[in-house]
């Protein structure tokens, strides 16, 4: 059967081979943090084991390990890997055509086919994916599959894989690990009191007899705390607990279903404005070689801050209507 | 004394802030902002460690996207992006609003159905949309500058977030709806998701109408550009100078 944790193994597998090849290459840091973050991944169900049996130990060397990357990553420049020639990139490109797209598409394309009928996949009484996180099961062996198709279509050698993921993610650098950090303080300000002392600060900004004031409080309450945090869902309970409930639902009636639903949403629309989502505002700056980390941020915010008008609009129009 | 302590974790989020602001480094700024808002609120070094080190492990399949990069740069290095670039060229009627657009909501439609993973910056936006979009900037006019260039790519990478975010919420049987129904759970109040994805709608309407029509007068701008060899290709393209 196959898991989410051998997903993990094979991340661990690829960022050992690069922390390897940048080794070779005498680029330390770049070597030490990729290594440090395989054994992280590769031993993240043995330290969340630990914890759940009350052994501290491996959180905390795991916790020291998140601060020995964090000290590793600023010294991690954007080097200069050496890509193949535009010339013989476009004469392969006239060559091979449309086989060139097969194996990208295969990538959606099998992780659609295992979410889609993955739970029927079962050979011999046993089901072939764990339904535990099954779609992204599905994309890490939508990966491996591409990967062999690419190497076939491409007649490359099955070590240009490693060399060329390697080089993308040394351009990726440290932004691959910002999302993972940016969670991880999501859990630490959680349970350090954060959230509960934020949303006592708004109710003491607000006149909480005004229904309209309530509603601006609770949305603007959403981006700001979604901003800070780079993620709506860390925002939605502290403010809907803090705000929502006591003021919109108990006081003035407003329908939970729709205020939950707008609020979510009008928390993605902070998600637009931040730095902190990384995942989304920052990864694609490296992937894509911007110059600036807020080029995506600028061009999606005005996106964003129309559909907050409208979502604020929304919502006051419709929770206490329905 | 007390009502100190309940405001002392927000030196954590005081961190971040004024790390992202002068553009430090992030990784260490956010660790920082941590370990800070732990010892804020009276934990030890040892439960301040514990609890980052789990947060991180529990949260690893936010590295699930470096998989991709395998299959990727071996295509890449057989020059996919230039592929990608050449078919779009040669199709005469693939604007960049059209390509973007429909993007768009393909991405809306696949989010919706819950299959957020199918596509996104690393898997489809480096290799497809961003050098596909490039190409078709480019064939109504003279070929995008540096900065153009990076122009069309973030507003590449910009769509494929408005489509995933305004799409997802949608979709009922994972994440945020489940979130929600199971929050109000907790405090008594019984929802059934579908109740809470009907009213994701009028909003997964809005995203899109809002950005198709950034979209079309961004792709009117870069149609627009400068350049005086580029002819008018509609009235009014001229006047139009949205910077979006």
């Given at each position: ?11 661990a ?5 690069a ?17 440090v973050?395989?054994?992280?991944v590769?031993?993240?169900?043995y330290?969340?084991d630990?914890t759940?049996?009350?052994h ?16 590793l ?12 020639d ?41 089901r ?14 939508a990966?491996?599959i ?33 999302p ?5 303080l ?13 949303s006592?600060l ?22 700001l ?6 993620n709506?869902?860390?925002?939605f309970?502290?403010?809907?607990a ?41 990864v ?23 559909l ?15 | ?27 260490p ?14 934990k ?27 299959a ?10 230039e592929?990608?670039?050449?078919w ?11 390509l973007?657009?429909?993007y ?20 489809t936006?480096?290799p ?27 507003f590449?990478?910009a769509?494929?977030?408005i ?64 350049g005086t ?11 139009n100078?949205?910077?979006?």
């Open positions: 059967m196959l898991k989410i944790e051998h997903a993990y193994w094979l991340i597998l690829f960022l050992a081979g922390a390897w090849l940048n080794l070779r290459e005498r680029r330390w840091s770049h070597a030490g943090f990729w290594l973050l395989a054994v992280l590769g031993g993240g169900k330290v969340l630990a759940a049996a009350h501290p130990l491996p959180a905390q060397l795991a916790g020291a390990g998140v601060i020995a990357l964090a000290v990553s600023p010294r991690m420049k954007r080097g200069q890997l050496v890509e193949r535009a010339s013989e990139r476009e004469a392969d490109a006239r060559r091979l055509g449309h086989r060139l797209f097969g194996p990208a598409v295969l990538i959606p394309l099998v992780t659609l086919l295992v979410a889609l009928f993955g739970a029927y996949a079962v050979i011999g009484g046993v072939l994916f764990d339904p535990v996180r099954m779609t992204l099961t599905g994309l890490a062996l990966c491996v591409a990967l062999i198709a690419a190497l076939w279509v491409t007649r490359a050698k099955p070590s240009a894989g490693l060399a060329e993921g390697r080089r993308l993610l040394d351009t990726l650098g440290w932004a691959a690990l910002l993972l950090t940016l969670a991880a999501g859990g630490v300000f959680a349970a350090t009191g954060v959230g509960a002392a934020v006592d708004v109710r003491m900004m607000i006149p909480v007899n005004s229904a309209l004031a309530c509603v601006v409080a609770y949305g603007l309450g959403m981006v705390f979604t901003v800070i945090m780079g709506a869902f860390a925002a309970p502290v403010l809907t803090g705000v929502g409930l006591p003021l919109l639902i108990h006081l003035h009636g407003a329908n939970p279903a729709i205020l939950g639903a707008l609020g979510m949403l009008t928390g993605y629309c902070g998600t637009l404005f931040t730095p902190m989502a990384a995942n989304f505002n920052i694609p700056v490296a992937l894509l070689e911007l110059p600036n980390q807020n080029d995506v941020i600028r061009a999606q915010w005005k996106t964003g801050a129309v907050l008008v409208v979502n604020l609009a929304l919502m006051y129009c419709l929770i206490f209507r329905f | 004394m007390t009502a100190l302590l309940h405001w002392l974790p927000l030196l954590g989020v005081l961190v971040v802030v004024v790390g992202f602001a002068l553009r430090f480094n992030p990784v700024v956010v660790v920082l902002a941590g370990i800070v808002s732990g010892l804020a609120a009276g030890s070094i040892g439960d301040i460690l514990a609890l980052i080190g789990n947060s991180f492990v529990s949260e690893r399949a936010l590295l699930l996207f470096v998989l991709t990069l395998p990727i740069g071996v295509l890449e290095r057989a020059g996919l992006r592929h990608a670039r050449n779009i060229s040669a199709l005469r009627g693939m604007t960049l609003s059209r973007l657009i429909a768009l909501g393909l991405r809306q439609i696949l989010s919706m159905l819950g299959l957020t993973n199918v596509a996104g910056q690393a898997q936006v480096r497809l949309l961003a050098p596909m979009a490039e190409a078709a900037a480019e064939q109504r006019g003279k070929p995008l500058d540096e900065r153009e260039r990076n122009d069309v790519r973030a590449s990478a769509t494929d977030n489509g995933l975010f305004f799409g997802e919420d949608v979709f009922i049987a994972l994440g945020a709806v489940l979130l929600i129904q199971g929050f109000y759970s907790q405090h008594g109040i019984e929802l059934e998701p579908l109740q809470i994805a009907l009213w994701a709608l009028p909003t997964a309407i809005a995203a899109f109408v809002i950005h198709a029509i950034r979209t079309v007068l961004f792709a009117r701008r870069m149609a627009g550009r400068s060899t580029v002819p008018a290709l509609r009235s009014g393209d001229g006047e100078s949205e910077r979006c």
